[in-house]
């Protein structure tokens, strides 16, 4: 086992900000034996030095299910994926049976784990890091609407040539932390992988998907493919763009027309199809997000389109929790404002009406 201890100073460090399910999907899957969690720090002003135990945990174990449709070694993944494990002496395989669960996220190729066979279950203990000065890459995961906070307490300890990579839902935030720290290499990522926590000691890999990854100032365009090569290395598929707000964009279309009705139905993706509260409102969001889409992004996509591309996710994902459903159900804040709120907020901006983003993003925060 290894402890934040013996870990701290020990050479350059894979820093995961935000200790959720995406976070811990990361942190469990890259081989590199110098990865932890950044704690979250608040009001705290020495964060330069060691913490104290109260403040960080003495150890995490994040644990998940490894199910058929996300095999840990497959035929595709790199070499020194396949060689990792001999490197991570504190990880440990072992076979267990495991209760059916429902996937979250929309990748593809889903499948829930099976109580009847067995699914490969690992054990992973990662530091909390005591300190930040190795920090040579940093993944954040944490929620949108907390990542300015997360970054501002940390960032000033972390070096200025270290890539930022940012896997928040929706948009808003991004644009806001490129903005704050136009000098450093910061990029963002967009992921289709689904992981979820049916408790808070289990992570479940229910999902395989895509990972895009690109550059949002103008000194990360020099560490994409060295970012990309490392993140590649957890054998997960991901991929490198030139417009990584294309993808974001892209992403946000899906979100908008599905997490919201999941919310507010308490359903998974594919029952929203039928309901009433959909039906009547699927072509005003769709038109909505046409008319922004062309305003900032200069991209003209039908309405109709829209609606195809959503309900697609919708179906290939039907038996899926979408996280704005499982924000609800645990009584955590939403993403909503950083997804139709964003779409309103773009609304305003250029004289474009949004009274269904409006309505969905209200009764949501209403929930």
């Known amino acids: 086992m290894v402890s934040a201890g013996n870990q701290s100073g020990s050479g350059e460090l894979i820093a995961i900000l935000g200790a959720g399910s995406l976070g811990r999907l990361w942190a469990a899957l890259l081989p590199s034996g110098h990865c932890g969690f950044l704690p979250r720090r608040e009001n705290v002003s020495r964060l330069g030095r060691s913490v104290s135990r109260q403040d960080v945990p003495p150890e995490t174990r994040c644990e998940y299910v490894l199910v058929r449709s996300v095999p840990p070694f497959g035929a595709n993944a790199p070499a020194s994926r396949q060689r990792s494990r001999a490197s991570r ?54 929620k949108a609407g907390d990542t300015l906070a997360a970054l501002e307490a940390w960032l000033p300890h972390i070096p200025n040539s270290t890539p930022v990579v940012l896997f928040q839902n929706g948009l808003g935030s991004q644009q806001v932390v490129a903005k704050r720290w136009a000098g450093r290499p910061v ?117 109709e389109a829209l609606r195809e591309r959503i309900e697609a996710v919708a179906r290939n994902t039907a038996s899926n929790t979408s996280s704005m459903r499982a924000d609800v159900m645990t009584g955590r804040k939403t993403e909503i404002g950083f997804i139709n709120g964003y779409l309103v907020q773009c609304g305003k901006r250029h004289g474009i009406a949004t009274p269904v983003n409006q309505m969905l993003t209200e009764r949501v925060q209403g929930l």
């Not at 190729?109 to 009847?116: I, R, Y």
């Not at 067995?118 to 054990?123: C, I, L, M, P, S």
């Not at 979820?196 to 990972?211: E, K, W, Y």
């Open 89 to 142: 002496p504190w990880l440990a395989r072992e076979v267990l049976r495991t209760p059916p669960m429902a996937p979250q996220g929309f990748g593809r190729g889903l499948l829930t784990a099976s109580p009847v066979s067995g699914d490969a279950r690992t054990h992973v203990t990662l530091p909390w890091l005591q300190s930040a000065e190795n920090v040579a890459l940093l993944l954040v995961t944490t």
């Open 187 to 303: 990029l963002a990522a967009s992921t289709t992988e689904g992981a979820n926590r049916p408790s808070p000691d289990v992570l479940v890999h229910a999902g395989a998907g895509d990972t895009w990854v690109g550059a949002l100032t103008a000194s990360a365009a020099d560490h994409t493919a060295s970012v990309v090569k490392q993140l590649a290395e957890t054998g997960l598929r991901v991929h490198s763009v030139d417009n990584i707000l294309e993808r974001l964009w892209q992403k946000l279309v899906v979100n908008a027309g599905i997490n919201p009705f999941t919310a507010l139905l308490d359903c998974p993706n594919g029952d929203i199809l039928a309901s009433a509260l959909y039906q009547q409102n699927i072509d005003g969001l769709c038109s909505e997000i046409s008319a922004l889409l062309e305003a900032e992004t200069s991209e003209a996509v039908a309405s």
